[in-house]
Nanobody
Framework: QVQLVESGGGPVQAGDSLRLSCAAS????????VGWFRQAPGKEREFVAA????????SYADSVKGRFTISRDNAKNTVYLQMNSLKPEDTAVYYC???????????????WGQGTQVTVSS
């Protein structure tokens, strides 16, 4: 069983940077791929980025490529999402989720955090 807690969200200005953290419990965290998803008001939850358990492979949504970077430190049981050049359209609640394999399909993730709000003003 994996429990996830996101942190690092907050209000920022367009062009600013923010780093989100996803802290996990459990001794087998390195066996889990982790994905970041986001949900803006009135919109469906969407994939943002994902990383394999060992950190050797990543995947990004086209809308964040070149601006966001996902990474992980398994010694700290934490996955990070570095967000640069933030835009107002990045405003959303950001969730991390864990699954045994790397996937962009949110329905396949069994473990979810509670989310952290990111608000980008112009």
């Amino acid at each position: 069983q994996v429990q996830l807690v996101e942190s690092g969200g907050g209000p920022v200005q367009a062009g600013d940077s923010l780093r989100l953290s996803c802290a996990a419990s459990g001794r087998t965290f390195s066996r889990y791929a982790v994905g970041w998803f986001r949900q803006a008001p009135g919109k469906e939850r969407e994939f943002v980025a994902a990383i394999t358990g060992g950190g050797g492979a990543t995947s990004y949504a086209d809308s964040v490529k070149g601006r966001f970077t996902i990474s992980r430190d398994n010694a700290k049981n934490t996955v990070y999402l570095q967000m640069n050049s933030l835009k107002p359209e990045d405003t959303a609640v950001y969730y991390c989720a864990a699954d045994r394999r790397l996937t962009t399909n949110m329905s396949l993730y069994d473990h979810w955090g509670q989310g952290t709000q990111v608000t980008v003003s112009s």
